[in-house]
């Protein structure tokens, strides 16, 4: 039988392990709370990291880059000009890329035309950037431009109005422009590069502007049907039916 000291000894050694179970629980869980700190560092790190890398190189938020493709595929390109090279008749829109009716004109009006006239090879289209929203749609009409110089002139106007943001807010970035680019299958990214940036395409966008006043346009979109009985502006149609038509009348 234990003596009373025996007891008490006993109680002081169960005591002094169950402290230095309760310590190492604590070390445990101060290691384990440092490790969630450390990770949430890490994770803050990355995002800080792709943040940044959004303006210097591609988006992978880009949308409709295949439907984009899908809905161009087959149909022929050269420069800014998407068709059959032997069309009458050719359709000229004067746009803005940061322009939202220009973008609306897009889905509505543009693709009926491509997947009709266009595709049938009655007519072809011609995208004239016509800057009238400041320095940002001047941006984003060199790029576009310099696309055309790799054929991909068309993909990147139409993947850009699927992307368009709020004119004039900033969004129109390097990286921006250049997710864009790599959207639209252009092949060589820093040729690209170089044919967008300078004063190369003043010339082109000035001539434009005097382009669009000489017919009375007065806004984006506005649009020119050019075919054997000449030019005739129709400035911004309401339907696809009133530019067809005058597509028939031209040929």
């Known amino acids: 039988m234990a003596t009373r000291a025996e007891e008490k000894e ?7 392990e169950r402290e230095e179970r309760d310590r190492g629980r604590q ?3 101060l290691l384990f709370g440092g490790g969630i700190a450390i990770l949430a560092i890490c994770v803050v790190a990355v995002l800080i990291v792709l943040s940044q890398s959004g303006d210097r190189g591609g988006d992978s938020s880009v949308e409709g880059v295949a439907e984009v493709a899908a809905h161009l595929e087959g149909i022929p390109q050269r420069g800014y000009i998407l ?3 032997g069309a009458k008749v050719t359709v000229v829109e004067f746009g803005d890329l940061q322009c939202p009716v220009c973008k609306t004109y897009s889905t509505d009006v543009i693709a009926p035309l491509i997947e009709g006239p266009v595709r049938q090879g009655r007519a072809r289209l011609e995208f004239r950037n016509w800057v009238i929203l400041g320095e940002q ?7 576009a431009y310099a696309a055309g110089e790799q054929n991909r002139y068309w993909n ?3 993947l850009y109005y699927r992307n368009q943001g709020i004119e004039n807010s900033g969004y129109v970035t390097d990286g921006f422009l250049r997710s864009i680019a790599e ?3 252009v092949p060589d990214l820093a040729s690209w590069e170089e044919d967008r940036s300078g004063a190369r395409w003043a010339a082109t966008l000035g001539k434009t502007d005097n382009q669009a006043q000489s017919f009375g346009f007065t806004g984006t979109p506005s649009f020119l049907v050019i075919g054997p009985k000449g030019p005739r502006a129709l400035g911004t149609p309401r339907s696809v039916a009133e530019i067809e038509a005058a597509i028939s009348e031209a040929s």
């Open 156 to 158: 990147f106007v139409e």
């Open 183 to 185: 959207g639209s299958g």
């Open 10 to 16: 006993q109680l002081r050694q169960r005591r002094l």
């Open 137 to 143: 749609s001047r941006a984003a009409a060199t790029a």
């Open 83 to 85: 068709g059959e090279q």
């Open 27 to 29: 070390r445990r869980l």
